[in-house]
């Protein structure tokens, strides 16, 4: 339920200090008709104190109910009727203590219609400042709503991504071993060894939005041996950053389809030894990583959509950051070039 | 008999290897590293029996499938997919699981002697690839064939399709290709939201469109950012009108 607009402190100082002026200048026109200050301040006092009465009614009645949009002709009555009631009630009290003074019993009878037009407009103001509050408040709920349920969304699309690059590699990895247990059992106890260390890597680093990008190097370090074992070809790695990078942050696994995107077409365009190269330089405050591998021009084509990973990197960023530009890739001659950008100051 | 082992890793295919060892009437005659390999070696070959793995560079091992015109009993194996392993099994293919268990792959090697002994060892795969190709992982290209190579459109340069005999013709700006499919396969894969069946016989990029003139009575004709003109019929004017917001 909205907060009524006077539970907040510094609307209630406005609203006293409006009263208090009002009030005020309520006297000084009494005084200004010829009456004495002691008939204007009580003349002034209640009429005054009801109508502040009848205001912070108004506003708090409208916390329960809140009229739509075709239901806006009850404002003007509860607003008619209240004036009424008042202007009655001042009627009561100020003829039965003033009965001694018959100038000013003359002026009150004349006074009725300019005390229910001053009334109406007082709690008319009143009325409509509530409204647009409490619509603003209601309104305000609701898009709290919808961004809440928009970001449970979105975290949960994300665990999904950072989940999804498992699977595919770790049953192809688990292949590889059930392959070396006939012919090298050594080879395979060493896979099943740099495997589980992956893994656990990559387990405590699912419950992390961040990691450092030393420790993201490491572990794409075990996952690169893994995969010089799986590919069986000559593949050489190099990883070069500079000093400031390692504390650096992205988001855990990000680099793992990119690199093995690398691979996989690096290592099958060429017979000869692969080189993929992984570079990580600082620049105007976001760490950019650069993946290299060689490629055939003659069998290339579009890579985006083949299925492997650079989609869901794609999205990965765009959900973390709502940029579509933070991954780019391009050729030079016969490298394959695929650039990340991960902002920092997050 | 003759079979051809394809998959983009060595040490899966000498898994493979090993296990057929076992059944010494099965001849390994090639090996491949991926699908542009295994199409020339299965048209040289023709093998009776590959096995396939899926997710391989270049092209995977559906599109390669769709390229062969006669293709061989398929052995699928696989680490991880899904939807793959879903249009397996409404098509009642066999299919291995990486990694996959002595007795489970004998088991395959079993169901194919006996259907092969019974003359009836050609998987549907005509079938299957039109489940596959359902899977949203396989809408973002075309694969096709022109003079013995391989060629890869993805699906934002298709300018539109028409219908030609047995074929759809694919026109991109690079000129035009054909494939083996029909127009209603082509309907059902594409997204609805970018591409239009505008005529019985075309299906138009709507990212193409400079403008749509009418054409005779209740007809209209789209004029193509590359000059193009495609026939608009009236009901394909209606859908054209939905996915414009017209």
Redesign the interface.
Known sequence: MARPPLSIAKFRYVFSGWWLVWAGFHIILMMYFGFSLQVAALDSVVMNLQLLGACWLISNLFRYYLPQKERYWNILFICLGLSGLIVLACKGILTAIMENEPLYLSFLSKSWGIRFGVAFLLIGCMAILSILWYTLEEEQQNLQRKTDAERLAKEAELFKLRQQLQ??F???S???????V??QPEQARKMIQQLSDFLRGSIKKEEQQWTKLEDELQSLQLYLEIEK????YRLTTTIEKEEVCNEMKLPPMLLQPIVENAI??G??DTTEAVAIRISATSQNNHLQIVVQNPFDKE?S??R?????GLNSVKRRLYLLFARNDLLETRTDENLFITTVKIPQSI | MKAIIIDDEPLARSIVKEYLTAYPQIEIIRECNDGFEGIKAIQQHEPDLIFLDIQMPKINGFEMLELIEEPPAVIFTTAYDEYAIKAFESHAVDYLLKPFSRERFDKAIQNWLDQHSSGNSKTNTQELLETVAQSPAQHQRVVVKIAGKIKIIPVEEINFLEAADDYVKIHTKEGSFLKNKTMAYFDQVLDTQIFVRTHRSYILNVQQITRIDPYEKDNHIAILKSGGKVPVSKTGYARLKTVLGM
């Open positions: 699977p595919h770790l049953f192809n688990l292949n590889s071993i059930s392959a070396l006939g012919s074992v799986r590919f069986g996989k077409f290592l099958y069998t084509y579009p985006q959509g083949t299925g492997f």
